[in-house]
C-alpha cells in the first residue's frame, strides 16, 4: 500500500463533490475519519478511513446494476464489494492503492449523483 494522507483524499473528494448541485459532504463515525456525501438527505458516496480497523482508505459509491460486478471482476486490486451497502449493488475503490485516476474517481462520484439526485437536479451536469 502506498501512503497517503487521509486528509488529502477527504480534501480532494470535496473539490469533486463540490462541483455537482446541491452535494454536502458530512463527516461522521469515530474521529470524524469517516464522510457521506449527500444530495437532498439521500446518500451517493462515502469516504471510509479505517473501517473497522481495516487499516484502509476507501470510497463506497452507488452504483447501475452491473457495474460492480464489471469493475471488480476486471481489477480485484483497485475495486471490491464494500460491507453492507455491496449486496446493494454499490462498488468501492481502494483509495491507497497509487496511483489513484482522479478523473476516474470523478466518474464514479458523478455517476453515483446522477443515479441519487432528483432529475431536475442530475440534469443540471449536462
Not at 24 to 29: D, L, V
Not at 50 to 78: F, M
Amino acid at each position: 500500500m502506498a501512503e497517503v494522507s487521509a486528509d488529502r483524499l477527504k480534501g480532494r473528494l470535496a473539490s469533486l463533490c463540490e462541483r455537482l448541485p446541491e452535494a454536502q459532504a458530512e463527516s461522521s463515525g469515530p474521529d470524524s475519519r469517516h464522510v457521506r456525501y449527500r444530495v437532498r438527505n439521500k446518500n451517493f458516496a462515502y469516504f471510509t478511513d479505517d473501517h473497522h480497523g481495516n487499516g484502509r482508505l476507501e470510497l463506497h459509491c452507488k452504483a447501475p446494476p452491473g457495474e460492480q460486478e464489471a469493475l471488480v471482476g476486471a481489477e480485484p486490486g483497485r475495486f471490491f464489494v464494500p460491507p453492507y451497502l455491496g449486496p446493494r449493488g454499490w462498488v468501492g475503490l481502494w483509495l491507497d492503492v497509487a496511483p489513484v485516476d482522479w478523473d476516474e474517481v470523478a466518474d464514479l462520484l458523478t455517476e453515483a449523483y446522477r443515479l441519487t439526485a432528483p432529475k431536475r437536479l442530475a440534469a443540471g451536469l449536462d
